[in-house]
């Protein structure tokens, strides 16, 4: 019985579960907590779902120049056999006001939470 060598243009994936996407500055999220963020990611939904996650760089505001803030936008999206679910978040933060940082650990709790959410029934 000769056995053949498969070959894959892609690395199989070993689980069954969404591909999570995090974009976001060093200065906002660390890849340690990217890399632990886009672990619970995939441990919702299915192999044809996918979560994208962008956290924006730091910008002053207009009115103020003492404040700085970011936005957060997340987007979840499965197919199934029952139709399309799709679930977007934009949100925008404080980050800093006359350079005391408000809450460090902030967007890595934003994008927790919403990956939390998609753990709920629907």
Do not use: C, H
Not at 16 to 39: C, E, G, H, Q, Y
Request: aromatic share 8%; net charge positive.
């Amino acid at each position: 019985m000769a056995i053949q060598k498969i070959n894959a243009s892609q690395p199989l994936r070993p689980s069954f579960s969404a591909k999570t996407t995090i974009i976001a500055p060093k200065n906002m999220l660390t890849k340690k907590d990217r890399d632990f963020l886009v672990k619970v990611g995939e441990k919702i939904g299915k192999d044809t779902d996918t979560i994208q996650i962008k956290v924006g760089t730091l910008q002053d505001s207009n009115v103020d120049p003492g404040v700085k803030s970011y936005t957060v936008s997340a987007i979840y999206d499965s197919q199934s056999t029952n139709g399309r679910y799709s679930k977007k978040v934009d949100s925008s933060f404080l980050y800093s006001f006359n350079n005391q940082i408000v809450e460090k650990n902030r967007p890595k709790i934003v994008i927790k939470r919403f990956l939390n959410s998609l753990k709920e029934p629907v």
